[in-house]
């Protein structure tokens, strides 16, 4: 019994030996990383610059010429150009920027004062440069979508009028007549 086993453990071990044969491939591998533009590639070769936890500027930016009354009032725009930096918490509340300084990975939170936010204002680099001032790792950028409107105002009125209730009652404007079935 003992040679038996044996036999087809030597049996089993010759079989699976001589299906492990290996592929050798008729030519070279392709090479992906050639095939890739220059510029695709060397964006997937660029390595995050930033420390973790990272220190981050919260930044909010509003257009050219975004005005309101507490904006007037507390003097809460910095800035001119193709943006502004908001200075004055409008809807912002101390606990939300609390709550982002808490967050994994976050070291702390910093906002930009009037003395760091350059005269023009054209590009985000230039928000880049005021919080590098702060040491700050990251900028968070975000603006809110706002209209506003003046609700004493009255517009005038659309011409040619549209006819009132009381004429299409009377009949007295003519319509065309209805289209044939």
Known sequence: MLHLR???IALWVLVLAGCAQTYIPP??????QAMAQPDIRAGFEAKPSSPFPASVALVRVQGSGYANHRVRQNGGLAGSGRYSVM???E???EAQFEFFGKLPQVAGVVTL?????PAQLNDDKDIRQAASRLQADLVFLY???TEFFDITSTSPAPWPPSPSASDRRSGSMSSPPPPPC
Request: no cysteine; net charge positive; aromatic share 4%.
């Open 87 to 89: 200075l004055v918490r």
């Open 113 to 117: 004062n009037r003395l760091l936010v």
């Open 6 to 8: 044996t036999l087809l």
């Open 91 to 93: 809807v912002e509340q």
């Open 143 to 145: 603006t809110f979508a």
């Open 27 to 32: 030519g070279p591998k392709a090479d992906l």
